[in-house]
């Protein structure tokens, strides 16, 4: 059992709102999940990519970091430190040589993109959110987790969301029977999960169907043929997001829309509080269905 929060807003004045909505909404989920939390914010892009990552000590590891990866590339990078994640702004085609120069200091990259900052750690929703300054985030969309760990460890790594392309994330709330053989298969086209959390698999089916030319529609609609077991899977790209549950539905989920913003809950306690949800139009997800939306 974990709790799922998301929330697109159609309405530009709400931007500086959305880590205050956000947080409020996952904070009602605590019950659901209680072991670790993260949220991924769409903000304003960067010129060039924005590099989330974290560390177990940043006072060390996060001491002199932009300057030492500025010589490695020979380029520019900016760095904005916030608790235990540092987001560095990057050249767009240094990706690849940042990956490896933060593998080689033994740093974990939480997700990279032109918009997205994703953070996430072991904890309440409430304290995570208060370490990172969710509250004060600005941004189009985001989505969120709290997790009640089933099938793998708590640990950072193992918190949602996961991120295995650019500008792209996952949140999940089930269970998938054949992440194995799929892990192998992903594995081969390289989209190799970094974990043993069932949803990074489901995150990395994600970005191969994007990679082979799939819309976000098509690959949500893939899950459904080739993911079995249960789950309410939310994405996030640097345009939407997008819901889709399994046949079967078990696991709950909620939808509202208004003129402002499209929100998701795994409860409807989740919605309760935002503005204007007495005149929004609220509905379940139906099942083996895709829901998205895209600037």
């Keep these: 059992m974990c709790g799922i929060v998301g929330l697109f807003l159609k309405k530009e004045a709400l931007r500086p709102q959305l880590g205050n909505m956000l947080t409020d ?83 974990r990259v939480m997700g990279v993109g032109s918009a997205m900052e994703i953070f996430k750690e072991i904890g309440l929703p409430k304290d995570v959110a208060a370490r990172f300054g969710i509250r004060q985030m600005a941004g189009s969309h985001g989505i969120g987790h709290t997790r009640m760990a089933t099938e793998s460890a708590v640990t950072t790594m193992g918190a949602h969301p996961f991120s295995t392309g650019d500008d792209q994330c996952l949140v999940h709330n089930g269970s998938l029977s054949n992440h194995n053989q799929m892990r192998r298969v992903l594995t081969q086209k390289g989209f190799a999960p970094q974990t043993q959390n069932d949803t990074e698999v489901a995150a990395c089916y994600i970005s191969s169907r ?67 949800i007495e005149a929004a139009r609220v509905w379940e997800p139906e099942p083996a269905t895709v829901y998205f939306w895209e600037r």
């Design 210 to 276: 994007l990679a082979e030319g799939a819309n976000l529609g098509e690959a949500l609609e893939g899950t459904l043929d080739d993911l079995d077991g249960f789950f309410t899977f939310v994405v996030g790209t640097k345009n939407g997001f997008g819901v889709v549950r399994d046949p079967i539905a078990c696991k709950p989920a909620v939808m509202a829309e208004t003129e402002d913003y499209v929100a998701f809950g795994s409860e409807y306690r989740a919605l309760a509080n935002l503005p204007g």
């Design 25 to 107: 909404m996952l904070i009602t989920m605590t019950d659901r999940g209680p072991d670790s939390a993260g949220i991924a914010i769409y903000g304003d892009e960067a010129e060039g990519l924005k590099m989330t990552v974290q560390s177990d000590t940043p006072e060390t590891a996060f001491d002199g970091l932009d300057g030492a990866l500025e010589a490695a590339l020979g380029r520019k990078v900016t760095m904005k430190v916030v608790d235990t994640h540092a987001v560095l702004t990057i050249p767009d085609d240094a990706e690849d040589e940042a990956r490896a120069f933060m593998a080689a200091r033994g740093l």
